[in-house]
């Protein structure tokens, strides 16, 4: 079984920089895909910010791109995310989702990111 945690959600002030972390545990499969969402509110819609594949491929939401960069880490499945440049409409949960080539995806249970002006 998979678990995930999410770490580094912070309040911050606009124009402010966080980094986000995703570490992984249990039996992972090489080929996978590591993505950070986005939600508003439990309950609410997530939202897709940054996905990183095994070769390297990135996918970035359009607000982000430019100011926001996935990258994985140093242990293997672990994901991170750097935040710059931050604004109000980047508050929300942050949760981490793996997403195998084959199998089930599992999600963490978020961390808070909250920008204020």
């Known amino acids: 079984q998979v678990q995930l945690v999410e770490s580094g959600g912070d309040s911050v002030q606009t124009g402010s920089s966080l980094t986000l972390s995703c570490t992984v545990s249990?039996?992972?499969?090489?080929?996978?895909?590591m993505g950070w969402y986005r939600q508003i509110l439990p309950g609410f819609r997530r939202e897709l910010v940054a996905a990183i594949a095994s070769d390297g491929a990135t996918n970035y939401d359009n607000d982000v791109r430019g100011r926001f960069t996935i990258s994985r880490g140093d242990t293997e499945g672990a994901v991170n995310l750097r935040m710059t440049n931050l604004e109000v409409k980047d508050t929300g949960i942050y949760l981490c989702k793996y997403s195998p080539s084959w199998g089930e995806p599992t999600w963490g249970r978020g961390t808070q990111v909250t920008v204020s002006s």
């Open positions: 249990g039996n992972i499969v090489g080929t996978n895909t």
